[in-house]
């Protein structure tokens, strides 16, 4: 069973005595739905499930129906309701907390779960109108461990296909891979997810950003030169709004510069960054082989799946991620945690041997940790398997 931790955690949760609506978020095919279903088939409670990701109209009405169906099923020891992909219910937040509200004054033992693809969506949602009646539970990409369990994957087919369960029966056929991740994962995250959380008012910009990130992922870009790469670009300010709405659907996030001041940490250029290798890969023209071959984009593409991989297990940790650089000298990420700081390096083959941005970092900010992975370093194969949690040191 993949995602063990998380269904334990629920599993604990829907046993409890009723205290909190459990709500899942995170990107699409990160498994929500599969923990929901293996949930369901535990036979823990009576339960009852519904999807809101159908063709027909949902409304609050909808809401109302299923919620009556999985009261019909509670008795003394009660049930369990999972209601899926609910941001795509207008005021979804405003119509459970009034149900709630009336089964926790009726005394009603009505478990439930709330499950959503637009984390920053859902998480709108619930800091209204839900405030003290939910726990979060974030369920980020598969990681390599996950991978390699589930299909056998070995460390370079994790870096060039990523993490989507969904495809990886798909890649001995490399076109109809790329496909699917373009057509049914990206178009359909940002038409469904991106374009829900907010007004949008020029789509075709936050795509063209996109896969303008997608081709620079690993890079420090500025948004001046965002704009002189984009048609129509408009603003930095649009520039970073849409590519805040991107991080919060799972696919591209834009690393601060770290300086220690948040004021100047919100204004630097940032590092893009694909959060699932995948996405980098089916947009390029490069087949396995011949991405293994060109050593400059093999050694971005490990930098952005390191990069992917402290973003993805850092969120929900309050660990923040940042990249640093001052004049010709950098340092790949750094893990910041309270006051605690871990500067990480990566090393593939265009790297030199000397890390001259690690030892100016020191000096300037004097780390806790500082980590080299690859080389001589930590192995990138126990790198991968390693959370960002366990990274950061105490202060």
């Known amino acids: 069973m993949f995602k063990r931790p998380l269904f334990d955690i629920l599993q604990i949760r829907i046993q409890e005595p009723r205290r909190f609506i459990q709500v899942m978020a995170g990107p699409r095919q ?123 994957w070995d460390l370079d087919e994790y870096l060039f296909f990523g993490g989507y369960p969904g495809a990886a029966t798909l890649i001995s056929d490399q076109e109809r891979w790329a496909r699917y991740i373009l057509d049914s994962l990206v178009e359909t995250t940002i038409s469904r997810d991106v374009l829900l959380m907010s007004r949008i008012n020029k789509p075709a910009l936050l795509r063209q ?111 923040e991620v940042f990249y640093w650089r001052e004049r010709s000298k950098e340092v790949d990420f750094v893990l910041k945690q309270r006051e605690s700081l871990t500067a990480i390096e990566v090393k593939t083959a265009r790297r030199r041997e000397e890390l001259p941005g690690m030892a100016a970092f020191d000096d300037a900010f004097s780390p806790h940790g500082k980590l080299l992975v690859g080389g001589q370093g930590m192995a990138l194969d126990d790198f991968f398997k390693t959370s960002a949690q366990a990274l950061i040191r105490p202060d």
Request: net charge neutral.
């Open 30 to 152: 990160a498994g929500k739905t599969t923990l929901a279903r293996q949930l369901e088939a535990s036979e823990l409670l009576p339960c009852h499930y519904a999807s809101a990701d159908q063709p027909t109209l949902r409304d609050r009405t909808w809401i109302e129906q299923q919620w009556d169906l999985a009261r019909l099923k509670a008795d003394k020891e009660g049930a369990l309701l999972i209601l899926d992909e609910i941001q795509k219910i207008p005021a979804w937040s405003e119509t459970v907390k009034s149900l709630w509200d009336q089964d926790t004054h009726g005394k009603v033992p009505l478990r439930v779960i709330l499950l959503g693809s637009a984390p920053l969506l859902v998480q709108e949602g619930l800091t209204e109108s839900l405030a003290g009646r939910f726990e979060l539970i974030r369920v980020p990409h598969w990681s390599f461990s996950e991978m390699q369990q589930a299909f056998g």
């Open 209 to 319: 950003l996109f896969h303008l990130g997608c081709a620079y992922s690993g890079q420090i870009l500025s948004y001046q030169k965002m704009l002189g790469q984009l048609q129509d670009a408009g603003n930095t300010t649009t520039l970073a709004h849409y590519l805040q709405l991107l991080s919060g659907a799972g696919l591209l996030a834009g690393l601060p510069k770290y300086s220690g001041h948040r004021v100047r940490q919100r204004a630097s250029s940032p590092k893009l960054l694909v959060l699932n290798t995948a996405l980098m890969t089916a947009a390029s023209s490069l087949s396995f082989e011949e991405a293994r071959a060109d050593r400059r984009f093999w050694g971005r593409l490990v930098e952005s799946a390191a990069g992917a991989h402290l973003v993805n297990s850092a969120w929900g940790r309050q660990i």
